[in-house]
């Protein structure tokens, strides 16, 4: 039986999109692939809110996307400071840490994110040419305030990257209006489509940064190779995920039909569905309320729920979800709610928790949970 794939990352990939990606390869020149190459790109720039930018997809995901950004801004005197609020701004530290880029980090206890004040306060200290920053982090749920950041950094002179791996598409980004100079993300979460593409935006300033460094310790992240590539593509670099470019075309045309409004405020309701369901259940949220991100919930065990015996038979219940990460392994679950959900498969996946409950001998009252999701997703 195929299961329902709610971690956090890669999401659930809809029919539409699956046709496209195993559609027979394509030269990766080819105007088939010219074409689609373009309609993503253009989309792209679309749900980023960016008039002016580049975007950047090829093959690799989310990690690659995080050193193309921070290899293509960061010169060797420049210092990075990176605001971390979980496993995936660490990460950024270590990618720092392995090109010697000098750097700091300002980070924030799991569950919260930093609050802008923090930044500004820093700024104040010291000097940074970039600062880098997770919008959600997928190891706590925390959504960091990144319009509010954009406040803090504007006219400040300092790049500005965000990390839009677990929230671009399901979250609103705002490249121009919040002055963010780089979205970093990749293709297979709130885009809905298959792992597989690193994907970036670079605003007008993070170009011109990038091309007044001389060179990069990079080659194939190396955002001015690919440039030419972007413009027309079907110029040669390195070979196309052909498939994937076009499955993820595809997932962006779906998002375009919707219409971005439409698609935040359904993983808004999503979110708050989910949610609900489980608040009935006893579970509590890891995630601090002034943190909370519409992508992925991160729900505490009630004492009586053991962890493993939990997502065993949720998984026979045909729901994957993902368990905690290094301290909270076997204290939370995380859930990925992100993409093309489609309403039954929302109320699917919390009809299969209570069933999931009820296996495990849990007391509550049946049906509730699923009633309360209802009531949310109207
Ligand atoms: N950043 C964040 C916020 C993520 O959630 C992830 C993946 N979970 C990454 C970066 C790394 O992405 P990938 O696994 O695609 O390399």
Known sequence: MEKLLLIPGPSPVH???????????????????????????????KI??????????????????????????AGPDDRVLILSQGYFGDRMEEICRSFGIAHDVLRAP??????????????????????????VDTSTGACAPVEAYGRVLKDSGILY???????TGGIDERMDAWGIDVVLTAAQKAFGAPPGLAICVFSERAMAKRKALPSVPAYYSDILRWLPIMKDPKKY????????????ADAVRMMLEEGM???????????????????GLGFSLFTEAAYLGDTISVPVYPAAVDDAAFRTALGRNGVVVAGGLAGTAGKLFR????????????LFAVEAVEKTLVELGYPFARGSAVSAAQAELG
């Open 15 to 45: 029919p539409r999109i699956l046709d496209a990606l195993v559609a027979p390869t394509v030269a990766h020149t080819s105007p088939e692939m010219a074409a689609d190459m373009s309609t993503a790109l253009d989309g792209l720039k």
């Open 335 to 346: 859930l990925g709610h992100m993409g093309n959900l489609s309403r039954d498969q929302i």
């Open 237 to 248: 670099f390195s070979t196309h995920g052909v498939n994937e470019v076009r499955a993820f």
């Open 161 to 167: 990257i965000v990390d839009g791996v677990c929230a």
């Open 110 to 135: 799991w569950g919260s994110a930093i609050p802008p004040e923090a930044l500004a306060a820093r700024l104040r200290e010291s000097r940074y040419a970039v600062v880098s920053v997770t919008h």
């Open 48 to 73: 980023v809110s960016s008039a002016q930018g580049e975007p950047f997809i090829f093959a690799g995901a989310g990690t690659l996307s995080m050193e193309v950004a921070i290899l293509n801004t």
């Open 261 to 279: 409004p439409a698609r935040l405020a359904r993983h808004q309701r999503t979110a708050r569905a989910f949610r609900a369901g489980l608040a």
